[in-house]
């Protein structure tokens, strides 16, 4: 049995979410406000369009949304999202809720409200950032495997959580290995009552999946 989603509000990103959601077999209602984006979005096949005010409870029972998996609220304003969200969940059953946010102060609220999940796209954009300032970080020296598992380097920067730890008090995926560590001109050898000092280097062999979490784990971001 088809999974089933109803996407409220939006334009762009509710477009793409459809055709998206469509191909990987969900069963698709939109509801939208505005009429010219409710025409664009019935050139998608096989899904339910409606036409009206996602914030509106006799709407929402129009659409026939009862027990659905997923609701998605993706209109400009956070305060309708919440309600929408809000309705969805206690009115109509909605197993799980999602709510596009735009202002981060809101988050918080939003979780505190009930909402199963919540998106804001300035905290998205800043966590981008922040991963990819730590990439920076690192320098890759080898790929091995087609490129699935990776030997880098990776400076540990003064504010890491692991600067004064032993090896052995890391909590590191199992498939992560710290191959060496470079500090200065020296080179060391992990053992496990080494301890990680600020600036040092360390050689670390993973696939892409588990070198994510190891960065987060040694930098704590």
């Not at 050139?43 to 659409?63: F, K, N, S, V």
């Not at 999940?117 to 790929?143: R, Y």
């Not at 890391?170 to 009552?193: A, H, Y």
Request: a neutral charge.
């Amino acid at each position: 049995m088809k999974k089933k989603v109803v996407l409220v509000g939006g334009y762009q990103k509710t477009y793409a979410l459809a055709k998206s959601l469509r191909t990987k077999g969900y069963e698709i209602t939109i509801i939208n406000l505005n009429y010219q984006h409710c025409i664009e979005f019935a050139q998608i096949e096989d899904i339910h369009i409606l036409h009206g005010d996602g914030t509106r409870p006799y709407i929402l029972d129009d659409a026939g949304i009862y027990d659905f998996d997923l609701a998605i609220a993706l209109t400009r304003r956070d305060d309708d999202n919440l309600v929408i969200c809000e309705l969805c969940k206690k009115k109509f059953n909605v197993k799980r809720t999602v709510a596009l946010v735009n202002d981060p102060e809101k988050v918080d609220f939003f979780y505190k409200m009930g909402i199963d999940s919540v998106v804001c796209s300035i905290t998205t954009v800043t966590n981008l950032i922040e991963q990819q300032a730590l990439m920076d970080q690192m320098s890759s020296i080898f790929e091995l495997n087609g490129g699935k598992v990776k030997i880098t380097q990776l400076a540990i920067p003064k504010t890491a959580p692991v600067v004064n730890k032993k090896l052995w008090e890391l909590n590191l995926p199992q498939e992560v290995v710290i191959g060496c560590i470079l500090r200065g001109d020296t080179n060391i050898v992990p053992r496990g009552d080494v301890r990680i000092h600020e600036g040092d280097i360390l050689v670390m062999i993973a696939s892409d999946q588990q070198q994510a979490l190891a960065v987060k784990e040694l930098t704590g971001k």
